[in-house]
């Protein structure tokens, strides 16, 4: 019950953004347009099958995971941001509770997502079978793969600035220590090491 009244509120703050909900939808289809007229316009004697709509559209299914990734992290980060998630942690709300309501409203987009992509595949010749059942389902896992990878980022953003900090210190200590160490050669009358070409 927990579970399902997170993930319900969960669903509304993704809706709440049409946009980005419209550009994940839309994008793949967008994607599968322009890549179709780069592939009508390729002379069949070039025998290039890269876009050839059966390859294209199982690619562009998955290619949509991407922003599943992206919705995880921005929903996450909001909630920490807003304080909304330390006033949840006051809740008897488990980490499961809280892993599931953030990824079955995500998981439930990427059903109709995979759906929309090859049925609109359909429209430039890909064949809709029964084997394209499996094919949706099998790319939940990879949905499922990015909606994880999409929460971690989304845990971390806090951390970010003080990620980049470290980061930008680290490579200035770094460079000051390659300049300290080829001045010291120098000093001591080291040569470079000679680049050798193997013909």
């Known amino acids: ?15 709440r953004d049409p946009l980005s909900f419209c550009f994940g939808l839309g994008f793949p289809l967008v994607l599968l347009v322009l890549l179709s007229i780069v592939n009508a316009s390729i002379p069949p004697d070039a025998n290039n099958t890269m876009f050839t709509i059966e390859n294209l ?6 290619f949509g995971t991407v922003f599943m990734a992206l919705f995880a992290g921005m929903l996450l980060s909001k909630d920490r941001t807003t304080s909304f998630l ?3 942690f006051t809740s008897p ?3 499961k509770d809280f892993i599931s309501g953030y990824a079955l409203p995500l998981l439930a987009l990427t059903l109709p997502q995979a759906a929309i992509t090859f049925l609109a595949a359909s429209i430039w010749g890909f064949k809709i079978t029964i084997y394209l059942i499996p094919a949706i389902l099998v790319t ?3 949905y499922l793969l990015f909606i994880a990878l999409g929460l971690l980022a989304g845990n971390f953003s806090a951390s970010l600035p003080h990620l980049l900090l470290v980061l930008a210190y680290t490579a200035v200590v ?3 220590a390659i300049r300290l160490q080829k001045k010291n050669d120098r000093r001591q009358g080291i040569s470079p090491p000679v680049r050798v070409q193997v013909m």
């Open 140 to 142: 939940t896992f990879t």
């Open 174 to 176: 770094f460079l000051l």
């Open 57 to 62: 559209a199982p690619g562009l299914a998955i």
């Open 1 to 15: 019950m927990r579970t399902a009244l997170f993930a319900k509120r969960n669903t509304k703050e993704i809706l």
């Open 86 to 88: 330390m006033r949840l």
């Open 93 to 95: 709300m488990t980490a």
